[in-house]
Structure formats: structure tokens, C-alpha cells
């Protein structure tokens, strides 16, 4: 434990009622913080060290995460095993108290023997407040910025059909054509993840990489939290020919984890077809945006290809940063 004035940081288990109740408050919450999601992992893949901070004996920070090894040394991660994580912040929290956790953060990482911790926080999209007072927090306390990604996301604001309004260039075009052509477009759970695999193992092995979870956790996620994950389909002659693996992140945002598409798409534009139902069905559910994921690659520079189809669909770039603190 570690103890800065009336705040103190310790390790907390996921089946703590504090890590459920800072989850249902807090404007920083999403999918990648929720112990269910994080249970899917085998177990031994990950070593966690969950923490929760607690002023006065309330708790008002939670930071899901654990040790990793980086170069011979040990450093504490938010997040692991997700995308991005970092600090659940209670709400109204002030910044004198943001940097006392910061404190008792950095001060807990030392009598631990870590080297150094890492955090990504929500990107700004995600979050209900806006408020921005981890950043300069971060800074203040000696963390330093230790990459930036370039993200893109679909803002869902307008009016139906959406696609009208947000696609650029012949886009809309090519949508309207691909709808009278007849391009099949459904939204499902489990009862399409087999036609979804033919889409996600077409794309990987044209790209000749692997994709972040295997068939099995996939399913296992599904079956895990069937209300936060679902399939978008895209076929036609009753085949599929483009897929998204969607994910609810929160009440704000909806996470297009995976654009899959067959080599048949690119003469059929049924992935525009397919986006067009999804965001017009996310809008309707008062959802403010679709994340699209990474444009950039992790050595910094730009995913020419991916960014010209994401800003062809009507994409904003927005920031995931990544925020580190060495001991030394």
C-alpha cells in the first residue's frame, strides 16, 4: 500500500463491489476496463496487479492493469491484455486530486520495485466529461508522452441516412449502386460468426498477419458479454463479402474492432453498403461514435491506404496517446 495524506493506493481483485461501482459512475468507463472482458484472457497470459485508490474511504480511482517485463525490468501497464485502460477517475474529481493518485501512484511503483509504469488512458472521444485535467496531470507528475496514434472515428450526429452526409468523393455513389444491386446487410451475434471467420481469415491472409484473438476468443467474448459485442454482415448471392466485429464500449462509443472484407469487394462496394446500416442503426441508438481503429503504424508514420478509406467514409482523426514514468 501506498499512502500520500488521506489517499492510498492497494491492490484490488476484480470481484471488489468498489471496481463495479467506479465502473457504473465514471465518465473514464469502457468495455476494456470491465473484469469480464479482461477474464477472457487464458489465465497465466497476463501477470495482474490491479489497484484502487481510496480517499477518506471512498474509492475514487481504479487502474486495471499489471507487470510486464521491458528490457530486463519490470514495469506496471494500464492497460493489459486491451487496447487502451488507465485510470477510472470518480466523477468531479479535481485536479489537486488527480495529482495526489498520480503521487501515491509513483510512490506505490517504487516500494514495488518497478521500474517504470505506462498508461493509455480512453481516448478523448470516449469520454463523457471531456475533461482533459489527466493529461496536464500526467505531465505535472513526470510522465512523459511516449507515443501517439493516429485513430479515426465516424461521428454519428446527423440525420438518416448518415452515409449521405458523411462519405465523400463517389462514395455515396457507389453505396447507392451497391444497395440496388442487391448487397445483403445484417446485424447479428453468434449466429454469424462463422460467415464472419471467411471475411476475417480473406483479410489476414491477404495481409499475411494474424489477428489479434483467435476464432476461440472471439467466440468465447460473445458468449461472454453478448450484449456489448455483435457481428455486421455484408453478402451477396448469399455469400458474404465484408464483415465488422463491433464492439460496445460504452453509452458514447462503439468500437468497429475488425473491417473485414473479401478480394469481391473491391468491385462491389459492399463494405459501403454495410457500413451505411451500421452507422444509421448506432445513430438511431443515440450512440455518438463509431471508432474505426488505428491509421497510423506503431513506428509512428501514417497507413496511407487505411486513412484515405476511413476519411472516405467520413472519418475524424483523434489521438491514443501513451503516457510513461521511469523510477530512474
Not at 516500494?111 to 517504470?116: L, R, V
Not at 507528475?141 to 493516429?150: E, I, P
Not at 491472409?205 to 476464432?215: C, I
Not at 452507422?279 to 506503431?298: E, H, Q
Request: aromatic letters at 8%.
Amino acid at each position: 500500500m501506498s499512502q500520500q495524506g488521506g489517499l492510498s493506493i492497494c491492490a484490488v481483485e476484480a470481484e471488489d463491489l468498489s471496481w463495479r461501482e467506479l465502473l457504473a459512475c465514471s465518465p473514464w468507463a469502457c468495455l476494456f476496463h470491465e473484469p469480464s472482458f479482461l477474464a477472457y484472457h487464458p489465465q497465466g497470459r497476463f501477470h495482474w496487479h490491479h489497484l484502487i485508490a481510496i480517499h477518506e474511504g471512498q474509492p475514487i480511482a481504479l487502474i486495471p492493469g499489471g507487470v510486464a517485463a521491458k528490457d530486463g525490468r519490470k514495469l506496471f501497464r494500464s492497460p493489459l491484455g486491451a487496447s487502451f485502460g488507465g485510470p477510472v477517475l470518480a466523477p468531479h474529481l479535481g485536479a489537486e486530486d488527480v495529482l495526489a493518485l498520480l503521487s501515491a501512484l509513483t510512490s506505490y511503483a517504487k516500494a514495488e520495485g518497478w521500474a517504470g509504469i505506462e498508461l493509455t488512458p480512453p481516448p478523448a472521444i470516449y469520454r463523457a466529461d471531456a475533461s482533459d485535467t489527466l493529461g496536464f496531470a500526467l505531465q505535472a507528475s513526470g510522465f512523459a508522452l511516449a507515443s501517439r496514434m493516429l485513430c479515426s472515428a465516424l461521428p454519428l450526429n446527423s440525420k438518416a441516412p448518415r452515409y449521405q452526409t458523411l462519405y465523400r468523393t463517389r462514395n455515396a455513389t457507389k453505396t447507392r449502386a451497391a444497395q440496388r444491386a442487391g448487397i445483403e446487410t445484417v446485424i447479428g451475434g453468434r449466429d454469424l460468426m462463422d460467415e464472419f471467420t471467411v471475411v476475417l481469415n480473406a483479410t489476414y491472409q491477404r495481409h499475411g498477419v494474424a489477428p489479434t484473438h483467435t476464432l476461440d476468443e472471439l467466440n468465447d467474448l460473445i458468449a461472454r458479454m453478448p450484449e456489448r459485442f455483435s457481428i455486421a454482415l455484408a453478402r451477396h448471392e448469399g455469400l458474404p463479402v465484408a464483415g465488422l466485429f463491433l464492439m460496445k464500449m460504452n453509452e458514447r462509443v462503439e468500437n468497429a474492432f475488425y473491417i473485414c472484407r473479401t478480394t469481391e469487394d473491391a468491385r462491389l462496394n459492399a463494405s459501403l453498403a454495410l457500413f451505411a446500416l451500421v452507422i444509421d442503426r448506432l445513430g438511431d441508438a443515440d450512440v455518438a461514435m463509431l471508432d474505426l481503429g488505428p491509421s497510423s503504424m506503431p513506428d509512428g508514420s501514417l497507413n496511407h491506404g487505411v486513412c484515405f478509406f476511413k476519411e472516405g467514409i467520413g472519418a475524424i482523426g483523434y489521438s491514443r496517446d501513451r503516457w510513461a514514468w521511469s523510477a530512474a
